[in-house]
């Protein structure tokens, strides 16, 4: 299925297991992988068009601690972009040596398209690459690396992360990577090497997948045991490559076949975590993350204390949905006190980001993505959805040349919709709140919203 090249910088196995002897006892490794560790109980999962800057920005206003997905990004794309202005800058400096081209070749595209974090504060992150091809992650990891050098970019991310989960055909069809990845484990191991030795060892590589594919067996098969013992080859397969520790699992099979939407794939396939308890239980030396189907503080917690040893648990569309029900998560799953202010004050706070954004790129382009990121901070409240559509007309105003700043225009949305309750509630307060009218199914009314294509 897959044509394994053959890659000048994969190592033989003595010279690998000296590579994981150097990054062991890297100080610079040992930082970044303690703040993956700690960072680990909470994560937001990473979400194509939902997870950008802009969204890990708000999110990162409400949890200091939660560890921020980006959405999935083509490492075929950065690799071709750096290769192309490299080659651009060699064309123009012809006596360039090596290391002045990679610190002064253009990166503004790669940056702005793809690696920038918001600020310099994103905090622990982890930057999702998707691809199949060792020759084009391995560059696409060294952009990273090189862009972390340019301080004026913010690309300090914590951990790179293949994508082995995504089932949308777009993914796993073309170059098959994404939850097709799964059926070669080796090759999986074999990227992830290419990662970390593109990421010049500094950035501790992780795993997101699924418990399968259903390449072997239907999704309705309730064969339990064959899937897991399936699921524990690719897992010991990809670690013994020395490089992963951490699995994240979205507790369903993935359906390959077209039939099969990616909304069907995250809804249909049942959720198996007692497959992921086993793991947890079998190889204690490795680090799992549970997702698929938690949408609350209390669910994180019980799932946590129902597994002991489990590393994390990831949520996706409930943070989309409703991301204020996570705010209190600093204080109740990290036992951190540092008080999260009322959604007023983070709306401010965001204001000014939004307006720091505009002055850096173009708001008829930016300023859609920017509203976009805002648009659940008030689900469930009265007349929230009046606030949307105002946030909706907004992201309009730059193209019909209305050029208010950003910050005005946002908060006088709020103020104008939205109640003084609903403004200064407190945190905890909002979660005592919640807690009492869980009747209200706000993940379910956001995906309807939009048009069950999620
Ligand atoms: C709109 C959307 C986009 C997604 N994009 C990605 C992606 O880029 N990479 C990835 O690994 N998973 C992606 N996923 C899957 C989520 O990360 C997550 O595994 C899935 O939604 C199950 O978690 P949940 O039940 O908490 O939502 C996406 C899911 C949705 C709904």
């Known amino acids: 299925m897959f044509v394994r090249r053959n890659c000048a910088f994969l190592l033989s196995s003595s010279q690998r297991r000296k590579t994981v002897r150097t990054y062991a006892h890297s100080p610079d490794y040992i930082t970044r992988d303690e703040i993956l560790q700690q960072a680990s109980t909470l994560q937001l999962a990473p979400m194509m068009d939902y997870t950008d800057r802009h969204f890990r920005h708000l999110i990162r206003l409400l949890s200091k601690q939660t560890l921020l997905y980006t959405e999935m990004v083509s490492a075929n794309a950065v690799a071709h972009e750096r290769h192309s202005h490299q080659t651009q800058y060699r064309h123009e400096h012809p006596h360039a040596s090596e290391a002045t081209v990679t610190q002064n070749y253009n990166v503004d595209y790669i940056a702005t398209r793809f690696l920038t974090q918001g600020t310099a504060q994103e905090g622990p ?43 949308s055909p777009k993914v796993a069809g073309k170059g098959c990577f994404g939850a097709a990845l799964m059926d070669d484990p080796a090759l999986v191991r074999d990227l992830c090497q290419a990662l970390y030795e593109g990421g010049q060892q500094q950035y501790p590589v992780t795993v997101k997948c699924r418990i399968g594919t259903d ?56 959720l198996k975590y007692h497959l992921i308890q086993r793991l947890v239980q079998d190889y204690p030396h490795l680090r799992f993350t549970l997702n698929g189907g938690i949408e609350s503080i209390p669910q994180v917690q019980d799932q946590l204390s129902r597994m002991p040893g489990l590393r994390g648990v990831m949520v996706g569309r409930a943070f989309c949905a409703d991301p204020w029900r996570f705010s209190c998560a600093d204080a109740l799953l990290y036992n951190n006190d540092t008080e999260v202010p009322h959604r007023w004050h983070v709306l401010q706070q965001y204001a000014q980001y939004a307006d720091a954004q505009e002055q850096l790129y173009d708001a008829t382009t930016i300023r859609r993505f920017l509203m976009k990121a805002v648009t659940g901070l008030f689900a469930g409240e009265p007349n929230s959805k009046k606030y949307r559509i105002a946030l909706d007309e907004i992201a309009g105003l730059p193209k019909k040349g209305i050029h208010t700043p950003i910050s005005e225009l946002l908060l006088e949305a709020a103020t104008k919709h939205l109640s003084e309750e609903t403004l200064f509630r407190s945190p905890l307060e909002s979660y005592e709140f919640q807690t009492q009218t869980q009747n209200k199914d706000l993940v379910r009314e956001w995906q309807a919203d939009r048009h069950a294509t999620l």
């Open 125 to 167: 992150s982890v930057l999702q690459l998707g691809g199949s091809d060792p020759d084009l992650l391995y560059p696409a990891a060294r952009a990273v690396s090189e862009l972390s050098q340019r301080s004026e970019y913010h690309c300090d991310y914590t951990a790179l992360n293949l994508n082995c989960g995504c089932p």
């Open 215 to 270: 390449s072997k067996r239907s999704w309705k098969d309730d064969n339990d045991e064959a899937q897991y013992q399936e699921l524990c080859h690719f897992i010991e397969t990809v670690a013994a490559g020395g490089i992963v520790q951490d699995f994240t699992i979205h507790a369903r099979i993935a359906v390959l076949t077209k039939s099969f939407s990616p909304a069907d794939n995250r809804k249909i396939p049942p």
